[in-house]
């Protein structure tokens, strides 16, 4: 009997040479399938053997952001330029051998940048210590795509963090499985798909082992979004794409580098210049989705330095968390001043969601 490693060969080999079309896409959707769950469990079996030495790292502040990029690229400059961190700079690859974190303040928020070994080819393959670093990317708020105006082959380090299940710039499709003893699977669309159809939806639940269960599948999806939401290990992180050393090109190159990028969002820099540094922070403020939130104790003016910084969307009841544990246990009421207010001092409960640079005053039982 073949060994997983061997199928994975010859699933991979077969896609190869399979034409995506209306009568192959049932075949190559089950192909994927099985190929994923056999990634997946070959995975989960590494996972289970002897450990190998890997990167410890402890998240602090507001959000973590991870610096992915080939080697030499300048991720170790940025990162003294951003924040209170002193990497390691040289003109030679791999330079970084390690984790170096650094503290970025900008706006009220403290964001922690990690400067990550260099990615490459395969390495999510465990080549040049890969997966160490893709099991520190894994665990950030934020990851930064960084290239410079020499390498903008930014799609080779997108394919290893989706080989190492991370998805970029993405959210999980709107699906729901529900288990049951008997029935067989009930597949249920409540939008058109292009894509998909019932047969095949059942036949890639089956090779993950769903033979009794009702799926409801609430937006137009392919198989590799289907596959993503079955298989339950994905992660789903937000990113930018940081192009470095633009002062050693001229204009027409990175209007030319522009369109090789065609689909991203490019924020050029010159981290050793510090050209566009000070655009790079109010990007990574706004891509984490941050609001501040000015505190008003009872009957004192409000704390207009130091403000209270959490998640676009946010409510009063978040609010509380983030002051203490204590706060929502107990909470009387709160008082808002700003745009989330109809008036001035507008009495609120738990549940009213704040905008950005609002005045609060929480109330709590004594």
């Not at 706004?286 to 998640?311: N, S, T, W």
Request: glycine share 8%; charged share 30%.
């Amino acid at each position: 009997m073949a060994t997983i490693e061997e199928q994975i060969k010859e699933i991979e080999d077969e896609l190869a040479r399979t034409d995506y079309n209306k009568k192959t896409q049932h075949h190559i959707g089950k192909l994927k399938a099985k190929l994923a769950r056999l990634k997946d469990e070959i995975e989960l079996r590494r996972s289970k053997g002897p450990k190998t030495a890997g990167y410890a790292v402890k998240k602090s502040g507001n959000a973590t952001i991870a610096l992915v990029g080939f080697p030499s690229v300048g991720k170790s400059t940025l990162l003294n330029k951003i924040t209170n961190a002193e990497s390691a700079v040289a003109a030679y690859k791999f330079t970084t051998l390690t984790v170096v974190p650094g503290l970025l303040e900008h706006k009220g928020a403290k964001i922690q940048v990690l400067d990550l070994p260099g990615l490459i080819k395969d390495a999510s393959k465990g080549k040049g210590r890969g997966k160490e670093v893709l099991s520190v990317v894994r665990s950030a708020d934020m990851i930064i795509l960084m290239i410079d105006v020499f390498e903008t082959n930014v799609q080779i380090l997108v394919d290893e963090l989706k080989t190492a299940n991370i998805r970029l710039n993405q959210k999980p499709a709107d699906i729901v499985i529900a288990k049951k003893n008997r029935g067989g699977i009930t597949v249920n669309f409540t939008t058109r798909q292009t894509t998909l159809d019932e047969d095949l939806v059942r036949d890639m639940m089956n090779e993950y082992g769903y033979i009794n269960a009702d799926i409801v599948i609430r937006e137009n999806i392919v198989e590799d979004q289907l596959i993503d939401y079955i298989s339950g290990n994905r992660i789903y992180i937000p990113g930018l794409v940081v192009l470095n050393k633009t002062d050693l090109v001229n204009d027409a190159y990175l209007r030319h580098i522009g369109k090789r990028l065609k689909g991203w969002k490019v924020i050029p820099i010159s981290a050793e210049k510090e050209v566009g540094i000070d655009g790079l922070r109010d990007e990574i403020f706004d891509a984490l989705r941050f609001i501040r939130i000015y505190m008003k104790p009872q009957g004192k003016e409000a704390d207009l330095v130091e403000p209270l910084v959490i998640k676009d969307g946010s409510d009063i009841g978040m609010v509380c968390d983030a002051i203490h544990r204590d706060f929502r246990r107990n909470f009387r009421y709160a008082q808002v001043w700003g745009r989330s207010a109809r008036f001035p001092g507008q009495m609120v409960g738990l549940e009213h969601v704040v905008k950005d640079q609002d005045v609060v005053t929480v109330i709590v039982k004594r």
